[in-house]
Protein backbone atom coordinates (compact mmCIF):
# COMPACT_ATOMS: atom_id res chain seq x y z
CA UNK A 1 0.00 0.00 0.00
CA UNK A 2 2.79 2.43 0.95
CA UNK A 3 4.50 2.01 -2.63
CA UNK A 4 0.37 2.74 -4.32
CA UNK A 5 0.53 5.72 -2.11
CA UNK A 6 3.60 6.92 -2.96
CA UNK A 7 2.70 6.39 -6.63
CA UNK A 8 -0.61 7.94 -5.97
CA UNK A 9 1.23 11.34 -5.03
CA UNK A 10 3.75 11.30 -8.11
CA UNK A 11 1.16 11.54 -10.03
CA UNK A 12 -0.79 14.06 -8.07
CA UNK A 13 2.02 15.98 -8.32
CA UNK A 14 2.52 15.75 -11.88
CA UNK A 15 -1.37 16.65 -12.39
CA UNK A 16 -1.11 19.63 -10.31
CA UNK A 17 -3.62 18.38 -7.97
CA UNK A 18 -3.15 20.00 -4.85
CA UNK A 19 -5.70 18.87 -2.80
CA UNK A 20 -4.80 15.07 -4.02
CA UNK A 21 -0.98 15.82 -3.09
CA UNK A 22 -1.49 17.67 0.14
CA UNK A 23 -4.07 14.55 1.19
CA UNK A 24 -1.36 11.61 0.14
CA UNK A 25 0.71 13.81 2.16
CA UNK A 26 -1.26 13.50 5.11
CA UNK A 27 -1.30 9.69 4.88
CA UNK A 28 2.40 9.07 4.07
CA UNK A 29 3.19 11.16 7.28
CA UNK A 30 0.53 9.61 9.62
CA UNK A 31 1.99 6.09 8.41
CA UNK A 32 5.63 7.46 9.25
CA UNK A 33 4.43 8.62 12.35
CA UNK A 34 3.17 5.43 13.09
CA UNK A 35 6.82 3.44 11.78
CA UNK A 36 8.40 5.43 14.21
CA UNK A 37 6.13 4.80 17.58
CA UNK A 38 6.48 1.04 16.52
CA UNK A 39 10.03 1.03 15.83
CA UNK A 40 10.27 2.69 19.60
CA UNK A 41 8.55 -0.11 21.04
CA UNK A 42 10.24 -2.91 18.84
CA UNK A 43 7.57 -4.18 17.04
CA UNK A 44 7.86 -4.09 13.26
CA UNK A 45 6.82 -1.45 10.41
CA UNK A 46 3.35 -1.06 10.42
CA UNK A 47 1.17 -3.71 8.60
CA UNK A 48 -1.83 -4.11 5.92
CA UNK A 49 -4.19 -4.43 8.55
CA UNK A 50 -3.13 -0.95 10.47
CA UNK A 51 -2.71 1.07 7.32
CA UNK A 52 -6.48 0.31 6.90
CA UNK A 53 -6.94 1.39 10.40
CA UNK A 54 -4.93 4.58 10.00
CA UNK A 55 -7.00 5.28 6.89
CA UNK A 56 -10.45 4.91 9.09
CA UNK A 57 -9.23 7.35 11.88
CA UNK A 58 -8.56 9.60 9.28
CA UNK A 59 -11.85 9.22 7.87
CA UNK A 60 -13.47 9.68 11.24
CA UNK A 61 -11.43 12.24 12.33
CA UNK A 62 -12.64 14.39 9.04
CA UNK A 63 -16.17 13.58 9.72
CA UNK A 64 -16.14 15.22 13.00
CA UNK A 65 -14.70 18.04 11.66
CA UNK A 66 -17.42 18.62 8.79
CA UNK A 67 -19.79 18.08 11.56
CA UNK A 68 -17.75 20.90 13.59
CA UNK A 69 -17.13 23.59 9.93
CA UNK A 70 -20.98 22.90 9.39
CA UNK A 71 -22.19 23.74 12.20
CA UNK A 72 -19.63 27.09 12.54
CA UNK A 73 -20.86 27.99 9.15
CA UNK A 74 -17.29 27.42 7.14
CA UNK A 75 -18.70 25.83 4.76
CA UNK A 76 -15.02 26.18 2.74
CA UNK A 77 -13.30 24.32 5.03
CA UNK A 78 -16.48 21.52 5.30
CA UNK A 79 -16.05 21.35 1.57
CA UNK A 80 -11.80 20.86 2.16
CA UNK A 81 -12.39 18.09 4.38
CA UNK A 82 -14.76 16.26 2.12
CA UNK A 83 -12.64 16.62 -0.75
CA UNK A 84 -9.96 15.18 1.87
CA UNK A 85 -12.39 12.25 2.64
CA UNK A 86 -13.66 11.51 -0.58
CA UNK A 87 -9.47 11.02 -1.54
CA UNK A 88 -8.97 8.88 1.70
CA UNK A 89 -11.67 6.65 1.09
CA UNK A 90 -10.77 5.86 -2.40
CA UNK A 91 -7.80 4.01 -1.18
CA UNK A 92 -10.13 1.52 1.18
CA UNK A 93 -11.41 -1.65 0.14
CA UNK A 94 -15.27 -1.52 -0.80
CA UNK A 95 -17.22 -0.71 2.62
CA UNK A 96 -19.75 -3.67 3.90
CA UNK A 97 -23.23 -3.20 4.05
CA UNK A 98 -25.26 -3.17 6.57
CA UNK A 99 -26.86 -6.83 6.15
CA UNK A 100 -23.23 -8.16 5.93
CA UNK A 101 -21.94 -5.57 9.52
CA UNK A 102 -25.16 -7.62 11.10
CA UNK A 103 -23.93 -11.07 9.98
CA UNK A 104 -20.13 -10.53 10.28
CA UNK A 105 -21.12 -8.99 14.10
CA UNK A 106 -23.30 -11.79 14.92
CA UNK A 107 -20.71 -14.48 14.03
CA UNK A 108 -17.99 -12.30 15.64
CA UNK A 109 -20.92 -12.85 18.99
CA UNK A 110 -20.52 -16.34 18.11
CA UNK A 111 -16.75 -16.30 18.05
CA UNK A 112 -16.13 -14.96 21.15
CA UNK A 113 -19.18 -16.60 23.20
CA UNK A 114 -20.19 -13.22 24.24
CA UNK A 115 -23.17 -13.27 26.77
CA UNK A 116 -23.40 -9.33 28.00
CA UNK A 117 -22.16 -6.08 27.01
CA UNK A 118 -19.56 -6.88 28.83
CA UNK A 119 -18.19 -8.60 26.47
CA UNK A 120 -18.56 -6.20 23.80
CA UNK A 121 -14.49 -5.18 23.38
CA UNK A 122 -13.78 -8.91 23.06
CA UNK A 123 -16.54 -8.69 19.81
CA UNK A 124 -15.36 -5.54 18.71
CA UNK A 125 -11.58 -6.75 18.48
CA UNK A 126 -12.69 -10.06 16.57
CA UNK A 127 -14.31 -7.57 14.37
CA UNK A 128 -11.36 -5.32 13.96
CA UNK A 129 -9.14 -8.01 13.78
CA UNK A 130 -10.85 -9.51 10.54
CA UNK A 131 -12.70 -6.73 9.11
CA UNK A 132 -10.49 -3.67 9.41
CA UNK A 133 -10.61 -0.69 6.80
CA UNK A 134 -14.25 -2.80 5.54
CA UNK A 135 -16.49 -1.96 8.17
CA UNK A 136 -17.74 1.34 9.98
CA UNK A 137 -16.95 0.14 13.52
CA UNK A 138 -19.30 3.20 14.86
CA UNK A 139 -22.36 1.34 13.16
CA UNK A 140 -20.88 -2.18 13.69
CA UNK A 141 -20.68 -1.42 17.58
CA UNK A 142 -24.54 0.13 17.78
CA UNK A 143 -25.10 -3.30 16.19
CA UNK A 144 -23.29 -5.23 19.07
CA UNK A 145 -24.42 -3.75 21.12
CA UNK A 146 -28.62 -4.40 20.12
CA UNK A 147 -27.21 -8.41 19.44
CA UNK A 148 -26.15 -8.24 23.47
CA UNK A 149 -29.03 -6.69 25.07
CA UNK A 150 -31.43 -9.04 23.25
Given at each position: ???????????????????????????????????????G???????????????Q???????????????????E????????????E?????????????????????A???????????????????????????????????????
Amino acid sequence: MRDKFNEALKTAMKAGDKRQVSTLRLILSALKDRDIEARGLGKEPTSADEILQLLQKMIKQRNDSIEAFDKAGRVELANQEREEKAIIEAYLPQQMNADDVRAAAKAAVAAVSAASVKDMGKVMTELKTKYAGRMDFAKANAVVKELLTQ
